[in-house]
């Protein structure tokens, strides 16, 4: 068997006989490196995997809550970070539209907070009204702060949106 070139570190490595298709060398980093990128790749694949993952991963920060409190503690340096990457995740998530609270319904999850500009219309999308074949009837035009939490506020915002 010949020298390999590891996939996480670069440098020259023999591959054990035992494990022909070996891409990274035995060093810890690698090791991690390779199994990190083995659940990216079956999270992304495998929806039951994603989900006990997910479910696994709530149990133990509900068991675990001061962790991170004691952790960003420890590594102040980690805050800012975290933040930035959190940003960029709630981005993608929100480009996906699939942001959401865990606890808040379906519903909510497409329609940021803030200020928006509301057309009054039918309950759920149903047309009311005059022109009732239209999709949505405009009635009343409003604008506003609204919280993303108040359910009314959003089914319209949304409306509006697929309009
Ligand atoms: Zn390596």
Same mark, same amino acid.
């Given at each position: 068997?010949?020298?390999?070139?590891? #996939?996480?570190?670069?440098?020259?490595?023999?591959?054990?006989?035992?494990?022909?298709?070996?891409?990274?060398?035995?060093?810890?980093?690698?090791?991690?490196?390779?199994?990190?990128?083995?659940?990216?790749?079956?999270?992304?694949?495998?929806?039951?995997?994603?989900?006990?993952?997910?479910?696994?991963?709530?149990?133990?920060?509900?068991?675990?809550?001061?962790?991170?409190?004691?952790?960003?503690?420890?590594?102040?340096?980690?805050?800012? #970070?975290?933040?930035?990457?959190?940003?960029?995740?709630?981005?993608?998530?929100?480009?996906?539209?699939?942001?959401?609270?865990?606890?808040?319904?379906?519903?909510?999850?497409?329609?940021?907070?803030?200020?928006?500009?509301?057309?009054?219309?039918?309950?759920?999308?149903?047309?009311?009204?005059?022109?009732?074949?239209?999709?949505?009837?405009?009635?009343?035009?409003?604008?506003?702060?609204?919280?993303?939490?108040?359910?009314?506020?959003?089914?319209?915002?949304?409306?509006?949106?697929?309009?």
């Amino acid at each position: 068997m010949e020298k390999r070139r590891c #996939a996480g570190c670069g440098k020259a490595f023999w591959p054990r006989p035992q494990v022909p298709e070996q891409k990274y060398c035995g060093e810890p980093e690698c090791r991690r490196s390779r199994r990190r990128s083995w659940q990216q790749a079956k999270r992304r694949k495998d929806a039951d995997y994603r989900d006990n993952q997910a479910r696994a991963h709530r149990a133990w920060a509900e068991e675990n809550s001061a962790h991170w409190q004691v952790y960003r503690c420890g590594h102040p340096e980690y805050v800012p #970070a975290n933040c930035e990457k959190q940003h960029q995740r709630d981005r993608r998530r929100c480009a996906a539209k699939v942001l959401a609270k865990m606890d808040s319904s379906k519903l909510l999850s497409a329609v940021p907070s803030g200020t928006l500009s509301l057309l009054l219309v039918g309950v759920e999308g149903r047309a009311v009204g005059k022109g009732a074949a239209q999709p949505f009837v405009k009635e009343q035009e409003q604008e506003g702060n609204f919280d993303a939490l108040g359910r009314e506020a959003v089914g319209i915002a949304r409306s509006v949106a697929l309009q």
